[in-house]
């Protein structure tokens, strides 16, 4: 009786040890994930967006710790890629259900001058009550572009409007930790594949990938 015992346990331990090396070799087998998004390598702290939200207060990053945030610069005069972007991101937000909570959408103004804080918070929480609107001086919003590599100009459009503002269209990623991870192409016309790529790289970073 013992001997069987011994036999069986014996046996067990053999099954385990093949099923671990199964599963480590599994392991070892992943190839690592490839993101949708263009990578900034290695990543590095994402410079701070040092303005102020539609409601008169100081804003900055370090308040996000444990988020993903998504930052996109635009205006609320842009006839297309700024409302298509917005869009967008909440079809993004919808389809990230509950991790949606942990993701922050920020809309920064490259058109000071006529995006007074009243108009921006109109327009973004038109789209989105969860989205903030980020605004200062030209000369803030001048740095703060500039930190992330985004270019705009006025241009002359000759009519009673005014002018419209030629921008990058990125929405650039920052991951829990603080770092700038991503840059997204534009949302302009971004179909359902393009959706699902976005939500599986943010559902990645919200996992500390």
């Known amino acids: 009786m013992r001997s069987r015992i011994f036999v069986l346990v014996g046996t067990a331990i053999v099954v385990l040890g093949a099923i671990g090396t199964a599963l480590a070799l599994q392991v070892r087998a992943s190839p690592p994930y ?4 263009a990578t900034f390598t290695p990543p590095h702290l994402a410079p701070d967006l040092a303005l102020t939200d539609t409601e ?3 804003f900055h ?3 996000f710790r444990n988020k993903v945030v998504l930052v996109f610069f635009g205006y609320t005069h842009c006839p297309d890629v700024c409302p298509a972007t917005l869009v967008a991101v909440r079809q993004v937000l919808e389809r990230l259900g509950g991790d949606a909570q942990r993701v ?10 006529r995006d007074t ?9 038109g789209f989105d009550p969860r989205y903030i609107g980020l605004t200062g001086t030209p000369e803030q919003v001048a740095l703060v572009a500039n930190a992330y590599g985004v270019r705009y100009y006025k241009e002359d459009i000759g009519s009673a409007g ?3 503002v030629a921008h990058t269209a990125f929405v650039f990623v920052i991951d829990p930790a603080g770092r700038l991870r991503l840059a997204f192409p534009p949302f302009f016309g971004m179909q359902g594949d393009e959706i699902r790529y976005v939500v599986q790289d943010i559902r990645h970073l919200l996992k500390g990938g």
């Open 34 to 37: 490839t993101f949708y998004g």
């Open 56 to 58: 008169g207060n100081p």
């Open 104 to 113: 922050q959408f920020v809309f920064v103004s490259v058109d000071p001058e």
């Open 162 to 164: 005014g002018y419209t």
């Open 61 to 63: 990053l370090a308040n």
């Open 117 to 125: 804080p009243e108009r921006l918070r109109t327009y973004v929480k």
